[in-house]
């Protein structure tokens, strides 16, 4: 059974920063990628941040320049840097992991970041 456990959420005052982390374990041969979605309230889930195992990243427009992306193949685990955080980033975020050749994906329980003064 796959599991995904997320990390390092929390309240933090605009400007500052927050790094999330991601396990993954279980039957878990191969990892095509791994990445970070976010969801606010009434809007859809939508993907901040991925990186492909061979080191390819993917961002969200608007965290450009402020967050990174980056992983540990050996440990399974993928980290989300957010520096400048702004009210905008407030969401519950979401480790996903897709695996290889079946394209299956799985997801954490999400985690609570809110940006606020």
């Known amino acids: 059974q796959v599991q995904l456990v997320e990390s390092g959420g929390g309240l933090v005052q605009p400007g500052g920063s927050l790094r999330l982390s991601c396990v993954a374990s279980g039957m878990l041969f191969s990892i095509y990628a791994m990445g970070w979605y976010r969801q606010a309230p009434g809007k859809q889930r939508e993907l901040v941040a991925r990186i492909i195992m061979s080191g390819n990243t993917d961002y969200k427009d608007s965290v450009k320049g402020r967050f990174t992306i980056s992983r540990d193949n050996a440990k399974k685990t993928v980290y989300l840097q957010m520096n400048s955080l702004k009210p905008e980033d407030t969401a519950v975020y979401y480790c996903?992991?897709?695996?290889?050749?079946?394209?299956?994906?799985?997801w954490g329980q999400g985690t609570q970041v809110t940006v606020s003064s």
């Open positions: 996903n992991v897709v695996v290889a050749g079946s394209g299956t994906d799985y």
